[in-house]
Each structure stands twice: as structure tokens, then as C-alpha cells.
């Protein structure tokens, strides 16, 4: 038997004792009126020492460490909103409870009772005259200074992480701002959040491959839905101009640093308006968030400096190739040719990809990469944007943007597609694609193109990827950081 196999038994042992003495190991009736904030905020300018007349806090917590002194302990203990020192003594809580309070150990959680002082060393502590056990726990905590460092430990037991790593817990605090930050700037400017089906008859709004579930009542399969898109348009034809979601996507890709199967995106679409109206809006939106959440436009991301209040650079994809990726503008009407440079540069392409799908490879490869400070990328080809509107003045093009920040693809953009003719023959040449191999390919909506030919306002539509923005704003490298409970494969019982 291990070390801390031992050490659960003598847990076990140690729980069936305090059971047997007749004490609830779980107990339903503790009522704390303080959390460590409160008790913080409460003596500010209270004086060092203890009187009659000081406030008396009942708080609770899981014992970080105690350091025990024969008739005298100190405790560390913890809850949602900090850390505080406790000094238990076996003449104030009483010697049957202080005994009760030395059977306990390190992640119990306890309630305690008693008022504010300053130790000789300085220290707020509470000096505890109640002490109550309120949840016994089993399994030890890691160790106090080596904690949870394994990455893939740390993944598949986010509950220790986030008792053990404080900087764990600081960034899911500042991913719940973020997004209310969001819902905030778009609230403000009259969008109304919707839901939309997460099951879909048909999936739709994105190139990708869905994952497939059966409805058994309905005895018809179902798709988890790889974007909102076509359900918030359609909400756009029934009148809503202006409406969002913060959702859950769901897409059968590969599991990377930048991927997980399972994302939250926000999406938004806005009657009148046009792609470039968008950028402006998102200029506007990120330099609100980040003001929100850090205080500052400005913000250090993975050894970089990033400028969120400085001007962002436009740029279209052809002179972006050019200037970072050194194609030739003249090479990208050439399909061999540029077949023969992505060769060159190790990047697989099936050789039976349309040009724009090729053009967009080597972009993402070449390019992206190196758009470090914030630049909004133009002028996608139409064969790899199946729902942008085509340009008027070149129409081999779309009036479509995507944003790069720091090197990762943020947001896509574009002023929609409602023309149900044009739309309809885009998912044909997408069907086409599917039946020559294209996995991703957008299926066939007929009733979305029903719902087209009632007429749609000139929109325009984007979807941020949200896990991605706060990688950014928390200066994580690896997406998996950012999301509490990632996918990863099985783990391997030994």
C-alpha cells in the first residue's frame, strides 16, 4: 500500500471512530453571517486588541494548514472569497470540542465563531469560541508546497486545482467578468439575448464536422449544433434587428491548444449594418471589456505587449500574404503553383481543395502567426464563405473580416448573405464538396432558404470566440487553462 493509499485508510479509520462518538461528519445547520471579505472590510480601522464591544463574525471554510502548540492551534481556513488565520484554543472553545478539533484534519471544513485581533507578528486572526466540524473529508490535499502542478492532473481534477492554485481560480473569476462584460456592451446598445436550439435537424453556420445523436420519440438523428448562425438570422427576418448569444458550440475536430470539442462562442447580428460597421463596433467592445476586467487597454499576453487602444490595422488577405507570408499576389490565381509552395512549406493540402480553401491554408499557416497586435483581415474568397455577402465591387470576394490578436484568429465577421438565389446555389457547391470528400461541407437548408425568400434586412454578423478572448485577457497559452472541465482521453487506471 502507498503512502497515500495509508493515508485515505486511516481516514476511513479515523471517520468510522468519530461516527461511533455519535458526531455528524455532515452536518445542514451552520449559518455563516461573514465571508472573509466581509470580515476584512469589517476592521478597517478597528483597533489592534479585542474588546466587549468588538464585532463577533461566524464564517466557515476548508483548513488550508494547522500548526498545533499542545492547547493551542492556528489555523489557516478559506472560502469563495479569501483566506484568514484563526487561533483555536482549548479554553475558549472548551476541551471536548478542542478535542474533537484535534481528530480533524487539513480540507475539513469548519465553522467558526469569535472576533478580531492583531498577532505580535501583525496578522489579522480570528480568535475562534466556537469551532464546529461542518464537512470531514477522506482523501488528503496535495502537499502544501509542491500542490497540483501536473497539467493533465490538474484537467481532470479541476476541483483540487482550484482548491490548491489561486491564480487557477483568479482566471475563471475574470472569465465570468469578461463575459457579463459582453452581455453588458451589448445590452446597452438595445441586442437582445436569445436562446437557440442546441440540437439541430440540420447543422449549420459553419464549416465543420458535427457530432450526431437520435431522437428516439422523433425517430430522426439530431446534430449538436456547430454554430447558432442560421437560427439567430432567422430571428432577424421575424424582426428581432438586433440580437445575440453566448453559447455552446460543439464541432468533432482534433483537440490542440487552440480546440476543444466543446467551445463557447458569442454571436451577434445586426440589422442595417454592414462588416465595416462591425469592426468599429469590435474595436469598441474589446477595448470595453479589457478596461473592465484589467483596468487598462493595454496588457502583457504570453512575453508580448498587446495595444488594444491603439489603431487596428486593416489588411486584406492577398496583401497580408504578401507582406508576411512573401506570396506573390500573381501566384494565387495559380492553383499548381501555389500547391507547389505549400508543399515547400509542409503544409497538407488535399489536391483537390477549391483555390480560396488553398489560398486560406497557406494564410494560416504564413500569416497568422505573426498578426501580433490587433489587425482585421479583409477580402475572403467567396468559396470559403458560403453565408458573406459578395463584394460590389469585386465579386469573386466577400465583404467579410476576421480579427487576429497575438497571433490567434479571434473573431469572423460579415455583412450577410440575403439573397436567396445566390444562397441557395453556395450550399449546392457545398453539397458537391461533401459528396467529393469534404467532410466540413455545409449541408443543404431548405427551410433556411424558405425563410430567406421572405426577405431579410441588410445584416451584418460575428462570432468571437470566447475561450479565445480570455486566453488573451488571462495570458494563458493553452485553451484547455480557460475551460473548467476540458475533454481529454480516458485516463488509464493502473
Same mark, same amino acid.
Given at each position: 500500500?502507498?503512502?497515500?493509499?495509508?493515508?485515505?485508510?486511516?481516514?476511513?479509520?479515523?471517520?468510522?471512530?468519530?461516527?461511533?462518538?455519535?458526531?455528524?461528519?455532515?452536518?445542514?445547520?451552520?449559518?455563516?453571517?461573514?465571508?472573509?471579505?466581509?470580515?476584512?472590510?469589517?476592521?478597517?480601522?478597528?483597533?489592534?486588541?479585542?474588546?466587549?464591544?468588538?464585532?463577533?463574525?461566524?464564517?466557515?471554510?476548508?483548513?488550508?494548514?494547522?500548526?498545533?502548540?499542545?492547547?493551542?492551534?492556528?489555523?489557516?481556513?478559506?472560502?469563495?472569497?479569501?483566506?484568514?488565520?484563526?487561533?483555536?484554543?482549548?479554553?475558549?472553545?472548551?476541551?471536548?470540542? #478542542?478535542?474533537?478539533?484535534? =481528530?480533524?484534519?487539513?480540507?475539513?471544513?469548519?465553522?467558526?465563531?469569535?472576533?478580531?485581533?492583531?498577532?505580535?507578528?501583525?496578522?489579522?486572526?480570528?480568535?475562534?469560541?466556537?469551532?464546529?466540524?461542518? /464537512? =470531514?473529508?477522506?482523501?488528503?490535499?496535495?502537499?502544501?508546497?509542491?500542490?497540483?502542478?501536473?497539467?493533465?492532473?490538474?484537467?481532470?481534477?479541476?476541483?483540487?486545482?482550484?482548491?490548491?492554485?489561486?491564480?487557477?481560480?483568479?482566471?475563471?473569476?475574470?472569465?465570468?467578468?469578461?463575459?457579463?462584460?459582453?452581455?453588458?456592451?451589448?445590452?446597452?446598445?438595445?441586442?437582445?439575448?436569445?436562446?437557440?436550439?442546441?440540437?439541430?435537424?440540420?447543422?449549420?453556420?459553419?464549416?465543420?464536422?458535427?457530432?450526431?445523436?437520435?431522437? =428516439?420519440?422523433?425517430?430522426?438523428?439530431?446534430?449538436?449544433?456547430?454554430?447558432?448562425?442560421?437560427?439567430?438570422?432567422?430571428?432577424?427576418?421575424?424582426?428581432?434587428?438586433?440580437?445575440?448569444?453566448?453559447?455552446?458550440?460543439?464541432?468533432?475536430?482534433?483537440?490542440?491548444?487552440?480546440?476543444?470539442?466543446?467551445?463557447?462562442?458569442?454571436?451577434?447580428?445586426?440589422?442595417?449594418?454592414?462588416?465595416?460597421?462591425?469592426?468599429?463596433?469590435?474595436?469598441?467592445?474589446?477595448?470595453?471589456?479589457?478596461?473592465?476586467?484589467?483596468?487598462?487597454?493595454?496588457?502583457?499576453?504570453?512575453?508580448?505587449?498587446?495595444?488594444?487602444?491603439?489603431?487596428?490595422?486593416?489588411?486584406?488577405?492577398?496583401?497580408?500574404?504578401?507582406?508576411?507570408?512573401?506570396?506573390?499576389?500573381?501566384?494565387?490565381?495559380?492553383?499548381?503553383?501555389?500547391?507547389?509552395?505549400?508543399?515547400? /512549406?509542409?503544409?497538407?493540402?488535399?489536391?483537390?481543395?477549391?483555390?480560396?480553401?488553398?489560398?486560406? =491554408?497557406?494564410?494560416?499557416?504564413?500569416?497568422?502567426?505573426?498578426?501580433?497586435?490587433?489587425?482585421?483581415?479583409?477580402?475572403?474568397?467567396?468559396?470559403?464563405?458560403?453565408?458573406?455577402?459578395?463584394?460590389?465591387?469585386?465579386?469573386?470576394?466577400?465583404?467579410?473580416?476576421?480579427?487576429?490578436?497575438?497571433?490567434?484568429?479571434?473573431?469572423?465577421?460579415?455583412?450577410?448573405?440575403?439573397?436567396?438565389?445566390?444562397?441557395?446555389?453556395?450550399?449546392?457547391?457545398?453539397?458537391?464538396?461533401?459528396?467529393?470528400?469534404?467532410?466540413?461541407?455545409? #449541408?443543404?437548408?431548405?427551410?433556411?432558404?424558405?425563410?430567406?425568400? #421572405?426577405?431579410?434586412?441588410?445584416?451584418?454578423?460575428?462570432?468571437?470566440?470566447?475561450?479565445?478572448?480570455?486566453?488573451?485577457?488571462?495570458?494563458?497559452?493553452?485553451?484547455?487553462?480557460?475551460?473548467?472541465?476540458?475533454?481529454?482521453?480516458?485516463?488509464?487506471?493502473?
Amino acid at each position: 500500500m502507498d503512502k497515500k493509499s495509508e493515508i485515505i485508510e486511516k481516514r476511513k479509520q479515523k471517520l468510522k471512530g468519530l461516527k461511533n462518538n455519535n458526531i455528524n461528519l455532515f452536518p445542514n445547520d451552520f449559518e455563516v453571517s461573514h465571508t472573509v471579505r466581509d470580515i476584512k472590510k469589517a476592521i478597517e480601522g478597528m483597533p489592534d486588541s479585542l474588546t466587549e464591544d468588538d464585532p463577533v463574525f461566524v464564517t466557515a471554510g476548508r483548513m488550508m494548514a494547522i500548526n498545533r502548540f499542545g492547547k493551542s492551534s492556528f489555523i489557516r481556513f478559506k472560502d469563495r472569497t479569501g483566506q484568514l488565520q484563526a487561533y483555536v484554543r482549548n479554553d475558549k472553545i472548551g476541551i471536548e470540542d #478542542y478535542d474533537l478539533f484535534k =481528530k480533524l484534519d487539513i480540507g475539513d471544513f469548519v465553522g467558526l465563531r469569535g472576533g478580531m485581533f492583531k498577532t505580535k507578528t501583525g496578522e489579522w486572526t480570528l480568535l475562534v469560541k466556537e469551532l464546529r466540524l461542518v /464537512c =470531514k473529508s477522506t482523501r488528503p490535499l496535495p502537499e502544501k508546497f509542491h500542490g497540483l502542478r501536473d497539467p493533465e492532473k490538474r484537467y481532470r481534477r479541476r476541483y483540487i486545482d482550484l482548491i490548491m492554485n489561486s491564480e487557477v481560480r483568479d482566471i475563471f473569476l475574470k472569465r465570468t467578468k469578461i463575459i457579463q462584460a459582453l452581455r453588458t456592451f451589448l445590452l446597452e446598445r438595445d441586442f437582445l439575448e436569445v436562446e437557440t436550439p442546441m440540437m439541430q435537424p440540420i447543422p449549420g453556420g459553419a464549416e465543420a464536422t458535427p457530432f450526431v445523436t437520435h431522437h =428516439k420519440t422523433l425517430g430522426m438523428d439530431l446534430f449538436l449544433r456547430i454554430a447558432p448562425e442560421l437560427y439567430l438570422k432567422r430571428l432577424i427576418i421575424g424582426g428581432f434587428e438586433r440580437v445575440f448569444e453566448i453559447n455552446r458550440n460543439f464541432r468533432n475536430e482534433g483537440v490542440s491548444s487552440r480546440h476543444n470539442p466543446e467551445f463557447t462562442m458569442l454571436e451577434f447580428y445586426q440589422a442595417y449594418a454592414t462588416y465595416e460597421d462591425l469592426m468599429d463596433l469590435t474595436e469598441k467592445m474589446f477595448r470595453y471589456v479589457a478596461r473592465e476586467v484589467l483596468g487598462s487597454t493595454s496588457f502583457h499576453y504570453q512575453g508580448d505587449t498587446i495595444h488594444l487602444g491603439a489603431e487596428w490595422r486593416r489588411i486584406t488577405l492577398t496583401s497580408a500574404l504578401k507582406e508576411f507570408g512573401g506570396v506573390d499576389a500573381k501566384m494565387l490565381k495559380n492553383r499548381v503553383k501555389l500547391l507547389e509552395l505549400a508543399a515547400t /512549406c509542409g503544409i497538407k493540402i488535399k489536391k483537390s481543395g477549391r483555390l480560396g480553401k488553398i489560398i486560406t =491554408k497557406l494564410f494560416d499557416v504564413l500569416v497568422e502567426p505573426k498578426l501580433l497586435q490587433p489587425t482585421f483581415v479583409t477580402g475572403y474568397p467567396v468559396e470559403v464563405s458560403p453565408l458573406s455577402r459578395r463584394s460590389d465591387t469585386t465579386p469573386e470576394l466577400t465583404d467579410r473580416f476576421e480579427l487576429f490578436i497575438a497571433g490567434h484568429e479571434i473573431a469572423n465577421g460579415f455583412s450577410e448573405l440575403n439573397d436567396p438565389v445566390d444562397q441557395k446555389d453556395r450550399f449546392l457547391q457545398q453539397t458537391a464538396d461533401r459528396e467529393a470528400g469534404d467532410e466540413d461541407a455545409h #449541408y443543404m437548408d431548405e427551410d433556411y432558404i424558405e425563410a430567406l425568400e #421572405y426577405g431579410m434586412p441588410p445584416t451584418a454578423g460575428e462570432g468571437i470566440g470566447i475561450d479565445r478572448l480570455v486566453m488573451l485577457l488571462t495570458d494563458v497559452a493553452s485553451i484547455r487553462e480557460v475551460i473548467l472541465f476540458p475533454h481529454m482521453k480516458p485516463h488509464q487506471q493502473k
